[in-house]
């Protein structure tokens, strides 16, 4: 596509609910990378994917999130039984190659948890 | 880990003057710098970058300077416009980490 298509762009989820984030990347961009931006805040680090595989997963905050990307292609970023300060913006990036270039990011998701 | 402090977090500038945006870093293996500008409310977009054997680096009105030595780097932007206002991040990446790790921001506030 003609850049990174994330989905939901809001999503608003009743504490405990699960939800699921959709991170479509650029066609053919082999590194995918899924970051959390509070309010006022720079983007902060949670998983990256080279291809279907999960090569750094150090920034989840917990054992409620996960991600996959089980085609190499479109991820999923899935967070259980939310919580008030998983609110944030969720910014999917996706770039040609690993460390070769800079990332073209989605518009996000905004996810509010009450 | 690294670190990136960035400053200042918020800047005012006249319509014409230049602006200046410092960040310092902290693993000397960082080896790319990013700068992004995002608007209010969109995504953060590369605006220029800096690879570590360069020193620095020019497009139209802004620069890029490194500093590897003292492990930092600066975004000047020459000749300011209103439409040049919105929130600038910079970023550190080394060789092989996917990941980069950005400053907290500075609002730039170009006046008319």
């Known amino acids: 596509g003609a850049g990174v298509s994330q989905s939901p762009r809001y999503k608003v989820a009743k504490r405990g609910q699960d939800v699921a984030l959709r991170c479509d990347p650029i066609s053919g961009h082999v590194s995918l990378f899924w970051y959390q931006q509070a309010l006022g805040q720079g983007p902060e680090f949670l998983t990256y994917f080279q291809n279907e595989a999960q090569l750094d997963k150090s920034g989840l905050p917990s054992d409620r999130f996960f991600a996959e990307r089980p085609e190499g292609s479109v991820s999923t970023l899935k967070i259980q039984r939310t919580q008030q300060e998983d609110s944030a913006v969720y910014l999917c990036?996706?770039?040609?190659?690993?460390?070769?270039?800079?990332?073209?990011f989605g518009s996000g998701t905004r996810l509010t948890v009450v | 880990g690294e670190n990136v402090e960035q400053h200042p977090s918020t800047l005012s500038v006249q319509e014409g003057d230049s602006a200046v945006i410092k960040c310092t870093y902290s693993?000397?293996?960082?080896?790319?710098f990013p700068w992004y500008k995002q608007e209010l409310g969109k995504r953060p977009q590369l605006i220029i970058d800096?690879?570590?054997?360069?020193g620095e680096k020019k497009d139209q009105r802004i620069a890029v300077t490194l500093n590897k030595t003292a492990k930092h780097f600066s975004l000047h932007i020459t000749e300011t416009q209103p439409e040049d206002s919105a929130v600038y991040f910079c970023?550190?990446?080394?060789?092989?980490?996917?990941?980069?790790?950005f400053g907290d921001g500075t609002t730039l506030t170009v006046k008319p």
């Open positions: 800096i690879r570590s054997n360069v």
């Open positions: 693993d000397s293996a960082s080896n790319y």
């Open positions: 990036a996706s770039g040609e190659r690993q460390g070769r270039y800079g990332y073209t």
């Open positions: 970023a550190s990446r080394g060789t092989n980490a996917g990941k980069s790790t």
